[in-house]
């Protein structure tokens, strides 16, 4: 920290922090600026997170805030030691949950990249992106097991112009996540698996949430996910708009929902007699999605009967039902279900397009 220090405030050059080969154990740490100028943090060696939940006073454990022009990279690796945290998460089974340390959080950051380092098996999220702008995340590794709960890969909320691309990521959760208030999200060369999956949501759950638009995710090939790329807004929502979103040239392969915008959402029980979502979703393009659907239902559009979905398009699909783990008969075809859509399919559709 005191290294950080001396750095930020240099006005000599473009100061930077060296963290060198070898392992160091870390609690907690908070990176803040503002800094004098930009700021290099060279990680070389692996930063290994206690696993005692007892040392984290909040749910995070390294975090980067107000900084102006930071640069993250190095080839190292924050390890955040996350299988004695897993079996704690209540996330999954109650609302009421306390959450766990995510490992790497940028939080009201600006033009910054984080280029060729690796995170693996953290406590919660790997990294979070919040109240920030200009963010490019290029060249990364994300690495935790499939059955590790809310181990997203990157989740981003309430930032705008942020740009991932040529990573590998996969893990038990999202490999990329968009909440509330993002807007202007590239996704791009992305190889994901297993996970959940490259979601916008869930959304409309909290008071006050903002509006999602203009996400644009191309050239991803995603193998083994619980889905593929996914909208998704709770039941009994607040009133939203998510706009604006293209989903273009991605492979799928032997992914259980391909394609999937389900305003149905609630993983908890006693959701049925729910309210319908007021997430108005609008200006969706799927185009040239291929591969292999391990569910039968390879297009599942189910948009809420309040505000239905509206300029949803299907273009070039082409997805192949595999039938992985379920009875089937040899030659069974893939299906699309639509609920509640109004929009219009070009060019090849297999399955056929139901809108």
Not at 122 to 146: D, E, R, T, Y
Not at 281 to 301: K, M, P, Y
Not at 323 to 337: I, K, L, N, Q, R
Request: include cysteine.
């Amino acid at each position: 920290m005191s290294a950080w220090t001396e750095a930020c405030n240099s006005t000599e050059g473009r100061p930077s922090l060296l963290i060198p080969n070898g392992t160091f154990f870390v609690g907690p740490v908070t990176f803040e600026g503002p800094c004098k100028g930009p700021m290099v943090v060279q990680l070389q060696g692996v930063l290994k997170a206690s696993p005692n939940l007892a040392d984290y006073d909040s749910d995070n454990w390294v975090v980067f805030q107000y900084i102006n022009g930071l640069v993250i990279t190095g080839g190292g690796t924050f390890d955040g030691q996350g299988a004695s945290a897993w079996p704690h998460n209540q996330c999954p089974k109650s609302q009421k949950c306390k959450l766990l340390p995510t490992s790497i959080k940028l939080s009201f950051v600006t033009n910054t990249t984080v280029r060729g380092i690796q995170s693996i098996n953290s406590k919660l999220f790997h990294m979070l992106i919040f109240g920030s702008k200009n963010i490019s995340l290029h060249s990364l590794n994300i690495v935790a097991p499939n059955d590790s709960p809310n181990t997203d890969g990157i989740h981003i909320g309430s930032s705008s112009n942020i740009s991932i691309n040529s990573s590998v990521i996969a893990t038990g959760d999202d490999c990329v996540s968009l909440g509330s208030g993002s807007v202007n999200i590239s996704i791009s060369n992305i190889v994901c698996g297993p996970g959940h999956g490259i979601s916008v949501g869930s959304l409309g759950k909290y008071q006050g949430e903002a509006d999602v638009s203009g996400v644009r995710v191309r050239n991803c090939t995603l193998t083994g996910t619980t889905n593929g790329v996914r909208i998704k807004t709770w039941q009994d929502s607040n009133v939203l708009q998510a706009r604006d979103f293209t989903f273009e040239d991605v492979i799928m392969n032997n992914v259980y929902n391909p394609i999937i915008i389900d305003q149905r959402y609630c993983p908890y029980s006693k959701c049925n007699d729910k309210a319908p979502s007021r997430v108005e979703i609008s200006d969706v393009s799927f185009r040239s999605i291929r591969g292999t659907s391990a569910s039968r239902v390879a297009v599942n559009l189910v948009c809420s009967e309040s505000v239905p979905c509206k300029n949803i398009e299907l273009s070039d699909i082409d997805l192949i039902y595999k039938g992985v783990g379920e009875a089937t008969t040899a030659g069974e075809a893939a299906t699309a279900t639509c609920l509640n859509v109004n929009g219009i399919s070009t060019g090849k559709q297999n399955p056929p397009s139901c809108i």
